[in-house]
């Protein structure tokens, strides 16, 4: 092949490679912020019937925290139940303060954790039986939007998965046939009724060199990667494949590969940026998960298809 067009494939592989990981790591962040910022509200409220005194209180808060998946809980007065109402609508308490008492009630508000969403139904059984509750409320919808984005975040996180198996297994198959430079294979076997066709004392003759290859096979070489050996198994004859990349060409080839990784991902990023003003929850994907995605695209694109020393 060209070495120029040989070069650009590898450079654009990855720059591929780059952006498409970029891209679903964008995606996972911003629907995990979003999950986030979802549970971090969400809140479902148990009223009591009556003002319970000190003692009672601190006995349901504890039984509360000792269930699994509570992040906090929070009890709410009657007072202050009505001044937080006050801040929000005043038109509204002003209108019903002719009653002469506070219509609230009191109620303990409890934070569910990220596995009793998962769990929602359940979790909220153990709740209802922690105290003789006046009433329990709870927002529907948000309940479904927060299982709707552990969803997404789940199927993008095992896609992603999927993908660095499948790289590191082909990263592990070309590392597996790649021999050591000069590797000889064995001269191809005779064909039937060849054994007895010669003179005694003579061998087979070797294949001819291809066009271009006098000067730069190894005679008997094996395949150098998995792309040249898929291509040399179908259209080289037997004994000639194509040179065998040194380790300096091997070097430049992921060197290519990292900087077309590297502006994949750069692209992909800047294709997202304008988008942090319209969102409120944007987040950059940790640096750990694009090191490890840069680096499995660099390493996949640079010795899947390796330059050699005749390029």
């Not at 006098?214 to 040249?228: F, M, Q, R, S, W």
């Not at 992909?268 to 499995?296: C, D, G, K, M, S």
């Amino acid at each position: 092949m060209n070495p120029v067009r040989r070069r650009f494939l590898v450079f654009a592989l990855a720059v591929m490679a780059g952006m498409a990981g970029e891209s679903l790591l964008l995606v996972r962040a911003q629907i995990g912020r979003c999950e986030r910022i979802l549970r971090d509200d969400f809140r479902v409220l148990l009223f009591l019937k009556s003002d319970p005194p000190e003692s009672q209180v601190r006995v349901i808060e504890d039984r509360l925290m000792g269930l699994p998946e509570v992040m906090e809980v929070r009890f709410v007065s009657r007072d202050a139940a009505l001044a937080a109402l006050r801040r929000e609508d005043p038109e509204l308490v002003d209108s019903v303060a002719w009653m002469g008492e506070n219509p609230l009630l009191p109620a303990f508000a409890v934070r569910p954790g990220r596995g009793g969403m998962g769990r929602f139904a359940e979790w909220l059984a153990a709740v209802r039986g922690v105290a003789d509750w006046a009433d329990l409320r709870y927002r529907p919808g948000q309940v479904r939007a927060i299982l709707q984005t552990q969803l997404y975040g789940h199927f993008l996180s095992l896609v992603l998965s999927a993908l660095l198996c499948a790289a590191a297994a082909a990263l592990a198959v070309a590392l597996w046939w790649a021999p050591s430079p000069g590797t000889a294979s064995p001269c191809p076997p005779p064909l039937p009724g060849e054994e007895n066709a010669r003179p005694p004392g003579t061998t087979r003759p070797e294949a001819s060199p291809l066009p271009g290859e006098e000067n730069g096979a190894l005679p008997h070489a094996v395949p150098t990667g998995l792309g040249d050996g898929l291509a040399g198994r179908g259209g080289r004859p037997p004994g000639t494949v194509a040179p065998w990349p040194s380790p300096s060409s091997k070097a430049a080839t992921v060197t290519l590969a990292a900087a077309g990784a590297a502006v994949g991902m750069a692209l992909a990023l800047a294709a997202a940026w304008p988008a942090r003003q319209y969102l409120p929850w944007w987040e950059i994907p940790r640096a750990a998960h694009q090191f490890v995605l840069w680096a499995a695209a660099a390493l996949v694109a640079g010795l899947l298809y390796p330059c050699t020393e005749a390029d």
